[in-house]
């Protein structure tokens, strides 16, 4: 079971805005600790979307964006392309105890 | 090209054990925390270990401590894991991940390796 909960699936036909959902507690997200975001294509390896919860690496298009509020995060992808089908996983860090690094359960998106 | 290059996977008997390792190109390496995620079948992430640019701090999740090291050489730009006692839990794809610093205690993986299936059968 994952620290941090995100819905198991969204959907959006091309061209609408989804938005993917991660909520943790007040020792990880709720904390000093920003929010990250990896896009895993099928069969393939994740890749870093979004850091420190709104900053996009370079080569990521602004299509994807992040939000924060409290010990919840949000990731929004706008403008959806049937290429943007994949699994989406939100993590954190929690130092409470020994450091770790949280992921959350993902998110599988489908675009219809 | 910086990129990381996972080997040293495959099947693996109950309770036996396998030592992956990461070649690492492209970026100086010894600048970086490194560490390990892993994916089990049709699962989730899961972070496995972390270590300090030097060596001289590592980290492991609850789930292996005990039975996983990990270690690096920084002159072969190579990261390691050995892993023991080995459990059919433990099979997944094992990824290599570069560790970035974001803000003062934060962390987060900018760079991943294309990973290496362990598997041990129950």
């Known amino acids: 079971q994952s620290v941090l909960t995100q819905p198991p699936s969204v959907s959006g036909a091309p061209g609408q805005r989804v938005t993917i959902s991660c909520t943790g507690n007040t020792s990880d997200i709720g904390a000093i600790y920003d929010v990250h975001w990896y896009q895993q294509l099928p069969g393939t390896a994740p890749k870093l979307l979004i850091y420190g919860d709104i900053n996009r690496p370079s080569g990521v298009p602004d299509r994807f964006s992040g939000s924060r509020s409290g010990t919840s995060a949000s990731l929004a992808i706008s403008g959806l392309q049937t290429e943007d089908e994949a699994d989406y996983y939100c993590q954190s860090y929690d130092t409470s105890l020994s450091p770790r690094v949280l992921f959350g359960g993902g998110t599988r998106l489908t675009v219809l | ?122």
Do not use: H
């Open chain 2, 1 to 122: 090209e910086v990129q990381l290059v996972e080997s040293g996977g495959g099947l693996v008997q109950p309770g036996g054990s396998l030592r992956l390792s990461c070649a690492a190109s492209g970026f100086r390496f010894s600048s970086f925390w490194m560490g390990w995620v892993r994916q089990a079948p049709g699962k989730g992430l899961e972070w496995v270990s972390n270590i300090k640019e030097d060596g001289s701090e590592r980290y492991f999740v609850d789930s292996v401590r005990g039975r996983c090291a990990i270690s690096r050489d920084n002159a072969k730009n190579s990261l390691d894991m050995q892993m023991n006692s080995l459990r059919a839990e433990d099979t997944a794809v094992y990824y290599c991940v570069r560790v970035r610093k974001w803000r003062l205690y934060d962390r987060y993986l900018d760079l991943w390796g294309r990973g290496t299936l362990v598997t041990v059968p129950t």
